[in-house]
């Protein structure tokens, strides 16, 4: 299996929203609504902060938000923070019953 | 709180097999399904593997020749092995919990494993 498609790095200013991409195929992203995504602060454990492409888990602020459309996923950040600086990883379920995870984004908070 | 905690060996060595434990307290080992996840120097996550508690288990292509997934439900641990290892395995480990389809909500620290004589 692939790994997902994802940019290698985004930017935004504090305040701006900036969206990330994840592409992968009709074997996985396409084939099903079972795309999370992870921010990672490096030394940290990742923290999940979407799921089942839009779905946020408690506690996680509603500035992140997940959508899908065919078989590229995005997350978008709103209202960008300091904090929000992290990487960003994408991951989903497969036909295989497996699950594959995407390159990773680098954002940056100008 | 479920909280999880890998241990083992920091490091191995080249042709060796790689030997990790992952403890799972605050929360029972059953009902759910168990992921090894991990991150090489420099790079992004790569999805090891998941076992669930009954012991049925489904692995990374790529890997599924050198990898085994076990779990102890008596102990509340799952465990990770990796045979033939080389220094493209060195890379920081983790574990975490799989509810059914994409969500890893729980994931232990990481602890570094290197591979290196």
């Known amino acids: 299996q692939s790994a997902l498609t994802q940019p290698a790095s985004v930017s935004g200013s504090p305040g701006q929203s900036i969206t990330i991409s994840c592409t992968g195929t009709s074997s996985d992203v396409g084939a099903y609504n079972y795309v999370s995504w992870y921010q990672h602060h490096p030394g940290n454990a990742p923290k999940l902060m979407i799921y089942?492409?839009?779905n946020r888990p408690s506690g996680v602020s509603n500035r992140f938000s997940g959508s899908k459309s065919g078989n590229t996923a995005s997350l978008t950040i709103s209202g960008l923070q300091a904090e929000d600086e992290a990487d960003y990883y994408c991951?989903?379920?497969?036909?295989?019953?497996?699950?594959?995870f995407g390159g990773g984004t680098k954002l940056t908070v100008l | 709180q479920v909280q999880l905690q890998e241990s083992g060996p920091g490091l191995v060595k080249p042709s060796e097999t790689l030997s990790l434990t992952c403890t799972v307290s605050?929360?029972?080992?059953?009902?759910?399904?168990w992921s090894w996840i991990r991150q090489p120097p420099g790079k992004g996550l790569e999805w090891i593997g998941y076992i669930y508690y009954s012991g049925s288990t489904n692995y990374n292509p790529s890997l599924k020749s050198r990898v085994t997934i076990s779990v102890d439900t008596s102990k509340n641990q799952f465990s990770l092995k990796l045979s033939s290892v080389t220094a493209a395995d060195t890379a920081v480990y983790y574990c975490a919990r799989r509810v059914y389809g994409d969500k890893l909500d729980y994931w232990g620290q990481g602890t570094l494993v290197t591979v290196s004589s």
């Open positions: 089942e492409v839009s």
């Open positions: 991951s989903s379920y497969t036909s295989s019953s497996t699950l594959v």
């Open positions: 605050g929360g029972s080992i059953r009902n759910y399904y």
